[in-house]
């Protein structure tokens, strides 16, 4: 018996994470789920969206399964996922991307993993807006080569954060039968951040001889991604691009619905579908719950469950192939809950 902490999410979120409950329970593995509450329904009842006791439970439990949550644009708290990352260290942020035969894309056979450091970058967090106290003196330091109504992000790469991040890249190709790793940065430009991320990835590859090491600059590995994806295995970068390019991955399978997420750290990992919280489609019951099931099975895997995660992906994988319950966004009319019974019913036969 297994204890999780399930959190629903706010928007979609319900939708899909008890549709990837529901299959959990389905494949047979014994789960007692404790139910926390973070994001809008955590502000309306507590006023933060992310409350002590959600936190302490991933903290007890050291796994969670979660929805998505909103983050509001450009005011507003910041984001509950950047911060459950960094309370938690949550330092590796993992995004498989994999074709599904059934989708239609103009790449049928993309089997790649994005390794994204989770901790630092841009994400930190630490900004101070234009004509504050501590932008004068950040721009002060620059010589004029910094406007004075600038607002200032600041972007902290530690040698630390950067090989561990790449350990977790190799020590999960080796585990997972993959071959190469590639590390993508923009080293040529920033070549004191970005240039001690791959110093780290230069160090950490020489451990691991058995896996082809190689890299590429982020503009590049963009091209790269929509010109021949096939050509990558995993891929290790910093905060900011793994967000990006992992992105621009679930596109090359079929968008953000199919797209399967984890946060991984030492002493916990919380599981989650790549794509937002679309409130827009809150409580409609027609958003594709794939990327969760996925998350889902991620989670199993990662539990030691490597049966009942295979069997959930062989089933997601059948019933997209037959196309007979899919949702709107691959091309069909089913709700979420269709489709959810659907997979369910694959995995029972």
Same mark, same amino acid.
């Given at each position: 018996m297994y204890r999780v902490t399930f959190i629903p999410g706010d928007g979609?979120?319900?939708?899909?994470? %008890?549709?990837? @409950?529901?299959?959990? !329970?389905a494949s047979g593995v014994q789960v007692e789920? !404790? /139910?926390k509450i973070a994001g809008e329904p955590a502000i309306e009842k507590y006023n933060t969206p992310l409350p002590d006791d959600t936190l302490e439970s991933i903290k007890? $439990?050291?796994?969670? &399964?979660?929805?998505?949550?909103?983050?509001?644009?450009?005011e507003g708290y910041r984001s509950v996922n950047v911060l459950l990352r960094q309370l938690l260290n949550l330092y590796a942020c993992l995004r498989p991307a @994999?074709?599904?035969?059934?989708?239609?894309?103009?790449?049928?056979? +993309?089997?790649? +993993?994005?390794?994204? !450091? $989770?901790? /630092?970058?841009? %994400?930190?967090?630490v900004e101070f807006p234009p004509h504050s106290e501590e932008a004068k003196k950040i721009i002060a330091l620059c010589e004029g080569k910094v406007r004075e109504d600038s607002a200032i992000t600041l972007k902290p790469i530690s040698f630390y954060a950067s090989e561990k991040i790449v350990r977790f890249a190799f020590r999960y190709a080796l585990e997972h039968n993959r071959k190469k790793v590639t590390c993508v940065t923009k080293a040529n430009i920033m070549k004191f951040t970005d240039g001690l991320f791959l110093e780290a990835a230069r160090k950490v590859a020489? /451990?691991?001889?058995?896996?082809?090491? !190689? /890299?590429?600059?982020?503009?590049?590995?963009a091209m790269q991604l929509v010109q021949? =994806?096939?050509?990558?295995?995993?891929?290790?970068? =910093?905060?900011? %691009?793994?967000?990006?390019?992992?992105? &621009?991955?679930?596109?090359?399978?079929?968008?953000?619905? +199919?797209?399967?997420g984890a946060n991984m750290g030492d002493d916990a990992a919380v599981f989650e579908p790549v794509h937002g919280s679309a409130p827009k489609y809150?409580?409609?019951?027609?958003?594709?719950?794939?990327?969760?099931?996925?998350?889902?099975?991620?989670?199993?895997? %990662?539990?030691?469950?490597?049966?009942a995660s295979q069997r959930i992906e062989k089933a997601v994988r059948a019933v997209i192939s037959e196309g007979k319950w899919l949702t709107y966004d691959l091309g069909g009319s089913a709700s979420t809950t269709d489709m959810t019974e659907a997979i369910i019913d694959k995995i029972g036969e």
């Open positions: 979609v979120g319900p939708d899909v994470a %008890y549709s990837a @409950r529901k299959v959990v !329970e789920w !404790e /139910e007890r $439990n050291k796994v969670a &399964l979660k929805g998505p949550i909103t983050t509001p644009i450009g @994999r074709s599904i035969p059934g989708i239609k894309t103009s790449f049928p056979n +993309v089997d790649l +993993v994005i390794v994204r !450091e $989770n901790t /630092e970058d841009v %994400y930190s967090g020489k /451990e691991f001889p058995q896996i082809e090491f !190689e /890299e590429r600059l982020v503009d590049n590995m021949k =994806p096939h050509l990558y295995d995993v891929i290790v970068t =910093p905060n900011l %691009y793994g967000d990006i390019l992992s992105d &621009l991955c679930a596109g090359l399978i079929g968008g953000l619905g +199919v797209a399967p809150k409580g409609m019951n027609k958003v594709n719950p794939t990327a969760a099931i996925l998350s889902a099975a991620m989670m199993l895997d %990662y539990l030691g469950e490597k049966s």
